[in-house]
């Protein structure tokens, strides 16, 4: 692939206070796409606080476009319901991993500190910190067009041989 930068790994962690979308409960997964790229987590049934712990690998190129996230809650008979989506802008994601380039940078340095604001979707600080020779970011994404939810998720750097 041209325009390579290398891949990134979403580390779709947990749900928290997800909407119900069945009688007292939903069957949540999460859909993550980066321009053409589509990728999904496994269904968790009947759980609203759900725990995925899943890897989920994107290719990243020039130009950087966003991560968006879809949380769906699987049916049988109809449609999937929605239950709230988030955007997450990899910009400020991919500019710490070349700020590590060519650099000893000792581990636990905290690359760059990312507020909640309304042009976001961060729920709190999060931090772009180096450790273990990788560029991490833990985060907690607030879902979007839902009465309530969060998501979960981290962010890790894997670096391609050219």
């Known amino acids: ?38 990728l999904k987590t496994r269904v968790v049934k009947k759980n609203v606080n759900p725990e995925w712990n899943e890897d989920l690998t994107l290719c990243i190129s ?13 049916d049988t008979f109809s449609y999937d319901d929605k ?20 650099k000893n940078i000792p581990n636990g340095v905290i690359l760059s500190r990312i507020m909640p604001s309304q042009q976001n ?7 772009i910190v180096y450790e273990n020779g990788k560029v991490v970011q833990n985060m907690f994404l607030r879902l979007r067009n839902v009465e309530c939810g969060e998501i979960q998720l981290q962010l890790q750097w894997i670096d391609v041989p050219s």
């Not at 979707?121 to 999060?126: F, V």
């Open 121 to 127: 979707c961060y729920s709190e600080e999060s931090c």
């Open 62 to 74: 020039e130009p950087i476009l966003p991560i968006k996230l879809q949380v769906y809650d699987k």
């Open 83 to 102: 239950m709230g989506d988030a955007e997450l802008n990899v910009v400020p994601f991919i500019d710490a991993v070349r700020m590590t380039r060519f």
């Open 1 to 38: 692939m041209e325009n390579q930068l290398g891949l990134l790994r979403v580390r779709i962690i947990r749900g928290i206070n997800l909407a119900i979308r069945d009688l007292r409960s939903s069957d949540p997964y999460v859909v993550v796409t980066m321009g053409k790229q589509k």
